[in-house]
């Protein structure tokens, strides 16, 4: 089964009261992304360590539970940092991170690298018999081949796409909106 690929940069999500401390005035979606609810608002940070900083990173909405800092593999070891790979939202061992506005600072253990993971509705879960959390495998790319094992993440109004990092883009030589070979 044919499956779109969404790359994704390295990015902030934040709580209602992280974001108003950074911020403290109200945000503009700049644009909506490819999952329901999902957006880039016209914020960005600096992330750094005492080694390294990345300026104007995008902050995405809508707010979260919990802060969490996104960056790529190559982005960590520019950092000084080692952050595990997880799933949204688990923040077991994150690294410790600075997330800097104009207005302030806040440093919190909230750096990860986001496990590769397929969106995908309920109905189409329900359909090929995929299980949240399930692990599967997808082919990538057309120059430089490879599979890949991603877990499925259900969500009822989702919209099917496969989620890898830059560095795994730039292996397998993948652009946004590219398609890979789900196999099930």
């Given at each position: 089964m044919k499956i779109n690929i969404g790359v994704s940069n390295r990015?902030?999500?934040?709580?209602?009261?992280?974001?108003?401390?950074?911020?403290?005035?109200?945000?503009?979606?700049?644009?909506?992304?490819?999952?329901?609810?999902?957006?880039?608002?016209?914020?960005?940070?600096?992330?750094?360590?005492?080694?390294?900083?990345?300026k104007n990173v995008k902050v995405l909405g809508p707010f979260r539970d919990y802060t969490q800092v996104e960056i790529s593999r190559s982005d960590s070891i520019k950092f000084g940092i080692n952050p595990p790979v997880r799933e949204s939202g688990d923040l077991f061992d994150a690294e410790t991170i600075t997330i800097v506005s104009d207005k302030c600072e806040i440093t919190k253990k909230c750096?990860?690298?986001?496990?590769?993971?397929?969106?995908?509705?309920l109905e189409e879960a329900q359909n090929l018999n995929l299980e949240n959390g399930q692990i599967v495998n997808v082919k990538l790319g057309k120059e430089k081949k490879g599979i890949i094992e991603c877990f499925i993440k259900i969500k009822e109004n989702a919209v099917t796409e496969l989620h890898i990092d830059t560095d795994d883009a730039c292996a397998f030589i993948i652009n946004q909106n590219d398609e890979g070979d789900l196999l099930i």
């Open positions: 990015h902030v999500h934040l709580t209602k009261e992280d974001y108003d401390l950074l911020f403290g005035d109200e945000y503009k979606i700049i644009k909506n992304l490819s999952q329901p609810s999902d957006f880039v608002t016209d914020k960005v940070v600096t992330l750094k360590t005492s080694k390294y900083e990345i750096a990860i690298i986001s496990q590769r993971h397929i969106h995908i509705s």
